[in-house]
């Protein structure tokens, strides 16, 4: 093997080690671990839809001391439209000691994501960012700036684990969950944006209209009509009863065309448009009834607990 290469795998585990002495294992479910990532003394951050249980959480740590290793971690809150969840473990007292810049990687460089096991100690997948862009709205309808995805076969065990760029620093929390290969970083300003509210609230508040939406194909005399750059909108499937739609009028079988003066194409842009700010604010809602155009005013509350 060439001197290069042994250097950069020397510089690999070099960067692995230190990763790992801030990632722990998560066992919520006596079926395996994932991974988390101790983001400040005493608060792990880990990936939401991995998370398989809100009770009974325990956490190994970075420990090599065996009575210390494994403890226990309470929930803090989940928000699944970033795949974050929170915990506290007041024994996870080593935190990231280094966090790089994720708008400084582009296609190509290289990426690691480190995480452990109870058994094994910790694990790590080498590989390149496939897709670099300054801002993309994933499906869930929230905005990940930047937004990385990495070509990087993501074994379970590593799911919540720390995404390290080249100079060693973590960029962000590893998932699967936006990807239909490879994996996202979850940036670091994402997820200190939602540790903050989650450590505030609980929860991560969101706009609710309660309605259940799919997206369809316009034909092209009624997107000439609405005077529509995009052919397609959301039909309404469902109204929950006493939602803000249901007040509003908002029937099964309208094409809702516009909020706040949008165009929504998919139900990912409605999701978008109902942020945090969105609660308690009146918007126009552009729809299609009957082949006539409306216009319906409607005031955005908070989503219950459990609602979409």
Known sequence: MSEALIELSNALAA??????AHTVAVHASPRGSTSGVVWRAGIIVTAEHALRSDEEIRITLPDQRPEHRVVSATLVGRDPTTDLAVLKCPEAVAPVSAFGDPTALAAGHLALVVGRTRASGPVAALGAVSLAVAERRHWGGTTLSPYLRLDIGLQPTAIGGAVVDARGGVIGIATPKFARFG?????????????????????????????????VRLPSELSVAAERKGKTANIVLDVAPESPAHKAGILIGDLLLSLDGHEVHH???????????????????????????????ISVTERPNGAE
């Open 15 to 20: 960067a692995t080690a230190r990763a790992a």
């Open 267 to 297: 139900p990912g842009d409605v999701h978008s448009i109902l942020g945090p700010d969105s609660i308690g604010k009146t918007f126009v809602v552009q729809l299609l009834r009957g082949g006539e155009l409306r216009e319906v005013r």
């Open 183 to 215: 994996a996202i970083a979850i940036p670091t300003a994402t997820v200190n944006r939602v540790a903050d509210v989650l450590l505030s609230k609980g929860h991560v508040p969101r706009g609710y209209l309660g309605v259940g939406l799919q997206p």
